[in-house]
């Protein structure tokens, strides 16, 4: 694999980064890419193309674009590779990734890039060993919010919906573990990401969960982890054992460096965490739901005696009452040529809009109480409004964040290090489920 120049640039096309190694095509090559991915009709733009004798191959991850060229005949999937342990690099050392982030730390990034790539081949990737080579100093770009849910990729990708990490040491630069006053931090992350299809008779239909257990080492040094999840967890549709809360997956995968003679026997996994985040665990769970969908819609569409559309909303949350989601916006299609929208919402933190454009209303809720019901009545005028255009009504799609709750049920039942730590230090286990499909249809 032979890289020839890389670059990094934000939404707008922006230059943030741009190393040149071999010196084979001109710095125009960002504007001829630019113009390439900007100028495809569709939301997903290919990831690889071609200008002349040159290859782009490029990825997203916090919104930006990280580009690589190359002449030679190389493997894109080896490129593709490489660029997202790179941005994993990048949020290891700044603590997040973000335009401002990559703008802030750019002699850090630089300095990275030395030492990742010379004459445009890869050398190394491994945040344990540049640690020792690396000297700038990450700069934080911004202070941690409990609802700035940006910091975490589920399996690499970048989705529309955020996705999770309630903590302030989770976007804490990996080079805060070498100060000497630093507390020793490991956080274990349980992420779910739910797709969901819902019949208008309230059937479910299709429901696919995607997961992961992500580990975060801010600790000095820790020579064993011995993570144990539930008992009763088994993979594929082999018999569960014993007498526990079942919690069972379709497949399941494991990082190379876990350890498994004990995860058959007990379900638990053992592994030598090296400093910064990995993904020690993912899996996968398709057309089932342990437990009922989290959201039910009791939606009711008529035309009023003044001719505008009426669409009466109800939603109810089940997750048990002690559960909350956060961050609920629902999508609601309405009939083409509507103009204005009045609302009537049950309480005053909600908040709706009509965007024309895209001709959808859109319902948001900040917080949701799990056991509780909302409803919001809308009203549109809708000049020409028929029986066939009340069709175009719909479907509704839901997209919110579940902290402390996963779909599946998996748990951490234990987080162990050894040799224990005579200093203080701090071990955090957190879950969440987030979704960005999760259709109900009218």
Aim: glycine fraction near 8%; aromatic fraction near 8%; hydrophobic fraction near 40%.
């Amino acid at each position: 694999m032979m890289i020839s120049q890389l670059f990094i640039l934000s939404s707008k096309g922006d230059h943030l980064i741009y190393k040149d190694y071999r010196g084979e095509a001109g710095s125009d090559v960002i504007d001829v890419f630019y113009e390439k991915v900007t100028a495809l009709t569709g939301d997903q733009p290919p990831v690889v193309m071609s200008h002349k004798d040159l290859h782009f191959v490029h990825i997203r991850q916090g919104g930006l674009y990280w580009v690589a060229t190359t002449t030679a005949d190389s493997s894109p999937f080896s490129i593709i590779e490489f660029l997202n342990r790179l941005s994993g690099l990048v949020k290891d050392y700044c603590g997040s990734l973000s335009e401002k982030a990559v703008q802030m730390n750019f002699a850090l990034i630089y300095e990275l890039l030395d030492e990742v790539l010379d004459y445009g081949y890869v050398q190394m990737t491994s945040s344990d060993v540049l640690k020792n080579f690396i000297q700038s100093e990450a700069v934080s770009s911004k202070p941690f919010s409990l609802f700035d849910l940006s910091n975490v990729g589920l399996f690499g990708a970048e989705t529309q919906q955020n996705k999770v990490a309630p903590s302030s040491a989770a976007t804490r630069p990996i080079q805060s573990s070498r100060d000497p006053g630093g507390k020793s931090e490991i956080f274990v992350d349980v992420i779910e990401k739910m797709s969901v299809v819902i019949g208008s008779n309230g059937v479910l239909m299709k429901a696919d969960i995607e997961g992961e257990v992500r580990v975060k080492c801010y600790m000095p040094s820790c020579s064993e982890m011995r993570i144990g999840l539930n008992e009763e967890f088994s993979v594929g549709k082999s018999q569960l054992r014993g007498y526990g809360a079942a919690v069972r997956v379709d497949e399941c995968s494991f990082h190379q460096s876990v350890q498994l003679d004990e995860f058959h026997s007990h379900r638990i996994l053992r592994l030598c965490p090296s400093q910064g985040e990995h993904a020690v665990m993912q899996y996968r769970l398709s057309d089932e739901l342990p437990s009922a969908p989290p959201f039910r819609l009791f939606p009711s569409v008529e035309r009023d005696s003044a001719g505008r559309l009426l669409m009466y909303l109800k939603l109810r949350c089940d997750l048990p009452p002690k559960s909350t989601a956060i961050n609920l916006s629902a999508s609601i299609p309405v009939p083409r040529g509507a103009v204005s929208l009045s609302q009537e919402l049950s309480s005053p933190d909600q908040s709706a809009e009509l965007q024309l454009q895209n001709r959808t209303v859109f319902w948001k809720i900040p917080r949701f109480c799990g056991g509780t019901q909302l409803s919001a009545l809308f009203k549109l005028d809708v000049p020409g409004l028929s029986s066939a255009s009340m069709l175009e009504v719909g479907p509704v799609g839901l997209s919110f964040e579940l902290p402390k709750w996963t779909g599946t049920g998996l748990q951490i039942r234990f987080l162990r290090l050894s040799p224990i730590h005579p200093g203080p230090s701090q071990r955090w286990v957190r879950y969440v489920t987030h979704s960005d499909s999760y259709i109900i249809r009218i």
